[in-house]
T-cell receptor, first 115, second 110 residues
């Protein structure tokens, strides 16, 4: 089993609130990712990081921001949540050089509902 | 054209049946591919990686056709527990990013 954790697992919050979704991995992976997935739809990459102090925007434009101050931690923040942010957010990690055989490991996801 | 295309299904099959899914990709430079399995409201989990001409793991066989740019997944002797969505995944830019298909839903019935 992959050691990648996300909290909270479920979050229901009102419009305008600031939220931070936590993601941690204990595998020492350099690369980490955030994906957004709506029900029945494909995963879309919204942020990724190749290591400490490295963050990049993904393919899907997102109003969220991320930080990577420690290797094991890759939190995602929404400054002002809106109903359009309602979705499942999945965190993943991978190790350079091993991706061809083992791909990316995913956390259990955070299901966000903004009222 | 989408980078990765899959038939969304659902594929409804009885236990014990053999079922195959196809996935087409647009980037001819892609070298390795993945099949992930995703249960309802759960995270994707790697089922198998695909390189060279294909890969086999028990009841699961993945094949790669580079000339036609498609990958297939064959499941033999389907079990109820195989019911899930199967995601075709293609790396982009080496392994800088993974591009996920929408998935093919499989329902195995008794």
């Amino acid at each position: 089993e992959a050691d990648i954790y996300q909290t909270p697992r479920y979050l229901v919050i009102g419009t305008g609130k600031k939220i931070t979704l936590e993601c941690s991995q204990t595998m020492g992976h350099d690369k980490m990712y955030w994906y957004q997935q709506d029900p029945g739809m494909e995963l879309h990459l919204i942020h990724y990081s190749y290591g400490v102090n490295s963050t990049e925007k993904g393919d899907l434009s997102s109003e969220s921001t991320v930080s990577r101050i420690r290797t094991e931690h890759f939190p995602l923040t929404l400054e002002s949540a809106r109903p359009s942010h309602t979705s499942q957010y999945l965190c993943a990690s991978s190790e350079p050089g091993q991706e061809a055989s083992i791909g990316q490991f995913f956390g259990p996801g955070t299901r966000l509902t903004v009222l | 054209r989408k980078e990765v295309e899959q038939d969304p299904g659902p594929f409804n099959v009885p236990e014990g049946a053999t079922v195959a899914f196809n996935c087409t990709y647009s980037n001819s430079a892609s070298q390795s591919f993945f099949w992930y399995r995703q249960d309802c409201r759960k995270e994707p989990k790697l089922l198998m990686s695909v390189y060279s001409s294909g890969n086999e793991d028990g009841r699961f066989t993945a094949q790669l056709n580079r000339a036609s740019q498609y990958i297939s997944l064959l499941i033999r002797d389907s079990k109820l527990s195989d019911s899930a969505t199967y995601l075709c995944v293609v790396p982009r830019g080496g392994f800088q990013k993974l591009v996920f298909g929408t998935g093919t839903r499989l329902l195995v019935s008794p």
